[in-house]
Nanobody, 121 residues
Framework: QVQLVESGGGLVQPGESLRLSCAASGSIFSIHSMGWYRQAPGKQRELVAI???????NYADSVKGRFTISRDNAKNTVYLQMNSLKPEDTAVYYC???????????????WGQGTQVTVSS
């Protein structure tokens, strides 16, 4: 079994910061990418940030310069530092990872349960 467990969501005021964490556990051979997606009410799920092979990063235009994704390879954990939060950042944030469970095994897509981020005054 493989699990992604997120933490760090909450209610903050505009301009404040939050840090999300997502830890992967279970039978993992290698992690190819880890990322964060979000889904606001009535909207499609969208990519927020992704880190590939622990080095290359990509961000949605709406969060560039405000959010930073990072990964601790030893802990199989990905973080999302969110600064200067805006009301439009309000959404459920989901952790995603592409991982293989054995050498030469298939790479599969895994999702966390989601964590709510609400930005409101």
């Amino acid at each position: 079994q493989v699990q992604l467990v997120e933490s760090g969501g909450g209610l903050v005021q505009p301009g404040e910061s939050l840090r999300l964490s997502c830890a992967a556990s279970g039978s993992i051979f290698s992690i190819h990418s880890m990322g964060w997606y979000r889904q606001a009410p009535g909207k499609q799920r969208e990519l927020v940030a992704i880190i590939i092979s622990g080095r290359s990063t990509n961000y949605a235009d709406s969060v560039k310069g405000r959010f930073t994704i990072s990964r601790d390879n030893a802990k199989n954990t990905v973080y999302l530092q969110m600064n200067s939060l805006k009301p439009e950042d309000t959404a459920v944030y989901y952790c995603n990872a592409f991982m293989s469970r054995s050498r030469g095994g298939s790479v599969n897509d895994y999702w966390g349960q989601g964590t709510q981020v609400t930005v409101s005054s």
